[in-house]
């Protein structure tokens, strides 16, 4: 297509990157930065921030759509394209004239790269006179027989940043909200009146509990009838024309009251507008009358391209396992975003020193909390040991981003502003193809109160427990007996699924006394399984000597992928997921840990287990989907082995 149409890719990538109307290419892309302001300072997100306005003040549609049409030409016509001319004429051509130049040119690319019949010879003639055109616009423009040097030859064009925008996350369901307003933006579903509103007073928790009810994989039709008479439109009164008598008696009679204002974002009918878009399927087959043929349904196809970037360390990564475990959770009860939605995920490692992270983590009792630059990186060193690229050009951010956002700024303001870590975003989502997949794990707690529920939550990296520091004068003086007799920790029983080489089910238990352990869900090599988790217990083993008794810390290591817990003693313990104190969990005597499943596996096997109660195994529709839930984080070149 490249050989055929010189310059496809450029043009393709401009008009997705910057969402430029385009009816022959209709793609969008966009690039979303999340950061967690706990996580990073307050001057490295200012200076996020800065660069991403500045990129993007830097460049406008009409700019983008002129470059397009001058590296087109160049392209097609090589040396026979006066640069000069053809910039001079764009330049003082008003923007809706360039903007049919632009479709006319997006239109001769589109169909010589999608026509087999079509040589590069009859494309550069279609362009050719889409350029005489141009230049014929202004009378002083001079024109050059075409295959004539040019004075001044080729020129670059430069390739405009994408469309990038920064997020700090705030919210949990903030990752959800912004792919839906990408999807469908509330300016293109609400009423002119509704469209000065803040986004905080969308009522988009509408939709979530719509969503949350909905058991159907469908949309519901949403009648928008007020059951008012004077809200009802011309051609309605029209249908509703008396005809006879007959006809007025058995009229519906429509009584005067108050209609409500409905949100701009509000429930189902917000979803259902996004599906009245180009290239979506309705969602409901509409009546017509006989003798009209029905409309062709237009397949599903995912326009939109979200990239996801994410800065900082293991922690916001444990955040983004919980967002996706969630998203996938809501698009099972009611199908939105998956068909419409290419949705990709990058990561840039980003550490700084964190005081009030540790103190709080501290005053939760973990003292064991990893407050290393390498242990908060963990996922960040393995994908820079499986993928060279990524160790060079990634890896090497988490202290320059730092840095960077320290420097003092340039005091002349005419000086144009180093959009490095713009740049090198914008090489890693463009470059950035091949996904490594991290597996989720699913966590299920159970606390020392029977009242209360018990807790259900993901991890990516770690899971780590420390016994409990005791509260009350009984339970303390208690602790102090049973140290003194059995050591420190508490007795533990464990049940775990043993990994062996021919993936055979081979359950164990054993009974311990132990401090604490911690589960790595993150290889410690490249070549090892990624759907394993490393369990080390720290086991209290008791010593009897002459001289009395003594005890000592001994590491038992295991590899498991399901594991139970459980405290014999009913004493608590702390957990800790994925490094983050903010996820912690106090109180808790049992837990089940096991790979997070797919929801939509899930679901369709409850649906076959209804029709089969005793079948165990999958049949039908479940043995051809995703099993398990697996967090794809892009990189360069994946995994070499």
């Given amino acids: 297509m490249e050989r055929t149409a010189p310059g496809t890719l450029y043009q393709r990538m401009v008009i997705s990157e910057q969402s430029l109307k385009s009816d022959p290419y209709p793609y969008q892309e966009k690039i979303f930065i999340f950061a967690d302001p706990e996580l990073l300072s307050e001057a490295i997100c200012n200076a996020l921030v800065t660069d991403t306005e500045a990129a ?21 016509l090589g040396e026979g394209c006066d640069v000069s001319g053809l910039k001079g004429s764009l330049q003082d051509m008003p923007t809706s004239d360039v903007e049919h130049w632009f479709r006319q040119v997006v239109v001769a690319v589109e169909c010589a790269g999608n026509e087999a019949s079509t040589d590069r010879g009859q494309h550069a003639a279609r362009l050719e006179k889409i350029y005489h055109a141009v230049l014929s616009s202004l009378q002083e423009a001079p024109l050059f027989p075409p295959g004539d040097a040019i004075p001044g030859g080729l020129q670059g064009t430069p390739l ?22 990408f999807i469908r933006p509330v300016s293109q579903s609400c009423e002119p009146d509704c469209l000065s509103q803040d986004l905080d007073n969308f009522e988009i928790q509408d939709i979530i509990s719509e969503c949350e009810c909905c058991e159907q994989t469908r949309f519901s039709v949403l009648s928008t009838d007020s059951g008012i008479e004077r809200d009802l439109p011309v051609a309605a009164e029209e249908l509703f024309a008396p005809c006879s008598a007959e006809t007025e008696q058995s009229r519906l009679q429509r009584k005067g009251g108050i209609k409500k204002k409905p949100s701009p974002l509000e429930s189902v009918a917000f979803l259902q507008a996004g599906c009245n878009s180009p290239g979506v399927k309705p969602p409901a087959k509409p009546q ?26 293991d922690r916001i990564l444990g955040r983004l396992a919980q967002a996706y475990h969630s998203l996938r959770k809501r698009e099972t009860r009611r199908v939105f975003l998956t068909p419409r939605l290419n949705l990709q995920f990058y990561y840039i490692p980003v550490v700084t020193g964190q005081p009030d992270t540790l103190a709080v983590a501290v005053s939760l009792g973990l003292d064991h909390a990893a407050t290393s630059q390498e242990e908060l990186c963990e996922v960040a060193r393995y994908l820079g040991r499986a993928d060279p690229w990524y160790e060079s050009n990634i890896n090497t951010l988490c202290h320059v981003i730092p840095k960077l956002a320290t420097m003092p700024s340039s ?46 939550d993901v991890f990516l990296t770690e899971l780590r427990t420390q016994v409990q520091e005791s509260i009350s004068h009984r339970e303390l003086s208690m602790t102090k007996k049973k140290t003194t007799l059995d050591g420190p920790g508490i007795d533990l029983t464990v049940t775990y699924r043993k990994v062996v080489v021919s993936n055979r089910a081979k359950e164990l238990a054993m009974s311990l006394r132990s401090t604490g352990l911690v589960m790595k869900a993150i290889p410690a090599d490249e070549a090892e399984d990624l759907v394993c988790l490393n369990v080390n217990i720290t086991e209290i083993v008791r010593i009897n000597h002459l001289s009395g008794r003594s005890f000592s810390a001994v590491a038992n290591r295991l590899k498991t992928r399901n594991i139970k817990i459980r405290s014999t003693e009913q004493r608590p313990f702390t957990v800790c997921l994925d490094k983050d104190s903010r996820r912690a969990y106090r109180n808790v005597i049992s837990m089940e840990v096991s790979p997070c499943l797919e929801p939509s596996y899930c679901l369709q096997k409850t649906r076959t287990m209804k029709f089969s ?27 070499i082995q």
């Fill in 411 to 456: 005091p002349s303001k005419h000086l144009v502003t180093d959009l490095f870590i713009t740049d090198v975003i914008a090489y890693y989502v463009r470059m950035g193809i091949q996904p490594v997949c991290f597996q989720v794990y699913a966590v299920k707690i159970f606390f020392n109160d029977p009242v209360q529920e018990p807790a259900e």
């Fill in 613 to 639: 109660l005793q079948e165990t195994e999958d049949v039908g529709l479940v043995k051809y989907m995703p099993k398990s839930l697996l967090l794809p984080i892009n990189t360069f070149a994946g995994i």
């Fill in 56 to 76: 993007q003040v830097s460049q406008s549609p009409r700019a983008c759509m002129c470059y397009v049409i001058i590296h087109t030409m160049q392209a097609a």
């Fill in 160 to 181: 405009p940043n994408p469309n990038i925008s920064f997020h700090l996350w705030t919210e949990d369901d903030q990752l959800w909200k912004e792919l839906v307003l």
């Fill in 288 to 313: 017509r009358r006989p003798g009209i043929p029905p409309e062709p349904v237009t397949p599903l196809q995912r326009l939109h391209t979200a990239r996801i970037v994410l800065l900082g360390d």
